[in-house]
Every structure is written in structure tokens, then in C-alpha cells.
């Protein structure tokens, strides 16, 4: 099956079957017809090309693999040693930029998808845990944002002019650039529930705290397609709720406030909806809701067991 066309409900998320195994799929929201496009088993860090026509994502075995939405079989994309993780497409969809790391340190790659060759940008400190990670590009394709055990850096896509932006020494990650390339959002702190939402201009002043009362434990902040808006997901009473936040920091709100855990969220291309996770108990299923929160319903059926990860298309070009 041919899962190229475009859909303004087009979304990739990882899933089971039964006696079929787990992987990717893709499919519509529309009529509700799901594809596997890849089976390697545990795999993560899927992302959508910009074109809307490739996903790549990381294998159980560390390694990364791009598969075209044509219906021919997944590649290996040939990457230096080490465990990769994080895949982001540049902007015009010919390279990718990863994390990739060692026992100890993790630093930042470029891939050229078509050619193999891949390019180190960064070279951490062998004793500094965790090294560089999450690497986001600019709109514009000409720098590479990432996060680090100090902070949150930037350097030219050539790997020139490397700078921190953030000053204070704190680890920082979950990066996500604003459409029109002017900020930077982050997670800073140490541990999963001990991180703070941020917003710093892409020149490294006009630091913002967003959220500062709500749970430590965010996750994942996503700009609006509009760059007016921050979705991300934050522990509330032992459970995982999705807020919205504008850029300011000013009007905080709770889309899902239920009891259920929902996260692993993404902004359609026209930023009306929002496709997400939610999970009671040992079950995942994938929703669709409005941007005000309403209007949620299921669009993953009971074929498909323990979704995660949705990923909403780019908008077709």
C-alpha cells in the first residue's frame, strides 16, 4: 500500500499486533487506516521528512534506518560507531542530525541521507556524562541548537561558531525551535523529574521561565505551527496531563485533565488539532483532539495494543 498521498490527518506512531510483532505505522485519522511500514522491533525516535515522504528512526540495535512511504523496504542509513539516538531532518530533507554516543559521552553527527557520509560537529569532554543531545535545526537549515549537562548550545550547520546560549551551568534538552527561528524552547534541570520549562531567544538573551509553579516533571515541549502557543506534557497528581502555554508564558492550560496518563503529543500543520497518547492502566490508544482540548476521540482501534509516539505529518507540499 502506497502511504505517500497526502492527508491533513496523515501520523506515524509505533504499535503492536498480536503474533504480528511491534512497529511503524502510518495512516489517516480520517477513515482510520493504519499501515506498518517498518518491523525491527523496539524501535524510536521516529520523525517525519519535511516532504512528508521518508521516516527515520532508530532501531532495538541503536542504528538508523530511513523508510520511504512508497512501499519498498526500510534502508540502513551507515552512521560512525556508536549508539544513535534523536534523528532531526534538516529543512530541505537531505541530511539528519543525531546524537551519538559512547560509554560515557555523546556527541553531535550529521548525516548526508543519500551519500552515507556523515560529519562530527561536536566534540564533548570524555569524562562529561551524557555529552551534547536533541539536536534541532533552525527553520532557515543554517544552525543546529542541542542540549547539553551545561546547557543549551548552538552551532553553524558547517560546525562553525559553536556557542552556549544559556549561562547558567545547567543540563538542558528537549529543544524546539519557533517557526520563525527567533526562539528556542528547552527543558532545563537534572533527572526526568526534576526539569523546568524554558524560552531563549535564538541569540542567547531574553531568557524566559515558562510554567515555573506546574510540576518539574514536563516533557517534551512542541511550538504551535503558528509560534504563538507551547504544548508539552507535565506530571499532575501522578498522572500525565497536556497543557498549552502561550509564548509569554501567560495563559496556562490543561487540555486533558483527566485521570489517565496523555502524552507523546504533535500539532497538526494547521495547529487546529493535536494528536496524542492516552493510556489507562496497561493500555495505550492514540487520540486526536481539538487545540482547545476539545473534542477528543479515539482513532486507533483494538487490532493495534501499546501506541506510542504519534507524530503528526508535515503538511503536504
Known amino acids: 500500500m502506497n502511504t505517500s498521498a497526502g492527508s491533513s490527518g496523515r501520523i506515524a506512531f509505533d504499535a503492536c499486533e498480536a503474533n504480528a510483532g511491534c512497529g ?10 493504519f499501515t506498518r511500514v517498518a518491523t525491527h522491533g523496539g524501535i524510536s525516535d521516529h520523525v517525519w521528512s519535511p516532504d512528508g515522504d521518508r521516516i527515520a528512526y532508530i532501531t532495538q540495535d541503536t542504528r538508523l534506518r530511513v523508510v520511504r512511504l512508497d512501499g519498498s523496504p526500510p534502508t540502513l542509513v551507515p552512521t560512525t ?4 539516538t ?8 537531505k541530511k539528519l542530525a543525531l546524537a551519538v554516543g559512547g560509554e ?3 556527541d553531535i553527527f550529521l548525516v548526508d541521507v543519500a551519500e552515507s557520509k556523515f560529519t562530527k560537529l561536536t566534540y564533548s569532554d570524555s569524562t562529561e556524562y551524557y555529552g551534547y543531545r536533541t539536536p534541532a535545526w533552525s527553520p532557515d537549515g543554517r544552525s543546529i541548537a542541542f542540549g547539553s549537562t551545561d546547557g543549551v548550545h548552538l552551532v553553524d ?5 559553536a556557542r552556549r546560549l544559556t549561562t547558567e551551568a545547567a543540563a538542558a534538552d528537549g529543544l524546539s525551535w519557533s517557526r520563525d527561528g527567533k526562539q528556542i524552547a528547552f527543558l532545563s534541570g537534572t533527572g526526568i523529574t526534576e526539569r523546568k520549562l524554558g524560552v531563549i531567544n535564538s541569540d542567547g538573551s531574553g531568557r524566559l521561565a515558562i510554567a515555573p509553579d506546574l510540576s ?8 504551535s505551527p503558528d509560534g504563538s502557543q507551547l504544548a508539552f506534557f507535565a506530571d499532575v497528581d501522578g498522572d500525565f496531563e497536556i497543557f498549552v502555554v502561550n509564548g509569554d508564558g501567560t ?21 487546529k488539532r493535536i494528536v496524542f497518547v492516552s493510556a489507562a492502566g496497561q493500555s495505550a490508544d492514540v487520540y486526536v483532539m481539538n487545540a482547545d482540548g476539545s473534542e477528543a476521540k479515539r482513532v486507533t482501534g483494538e487490532a493495534l495494543t501499546n501506541e506510542r509516539a504519534a507524530a503528526w505529518a508535515p503538511a503536504s507540499r
Open 24 to 33: 511503524l505505522y502510518v495512516g489517516t485519522i480520517e477513515d482510520g487506516n
Open 81 to 84: 560507531e556508536g549508539t544513535s
Open 86 to 93: 534523536q534523528p532531526a531532518w534538516s529543512p530541505d530533507g
Open 104 to 106: 560515557k559521552t555523546t
Open 157 to 161: 550547520a558547517d560546525g562553525g561558531n
Open 216 to 223: 518539574p516533571a514536563l516533557q517534551k515541549p512542541a511550538w
Open 251 to 271: 495563559g496556562l492550560r490543561n487540555l486533558t485533565n483527566n485521570n489517565v496518563n496523555d502524552y507523546d503529543l504533535s500539532w497538526s500543520p494547521d495547529g
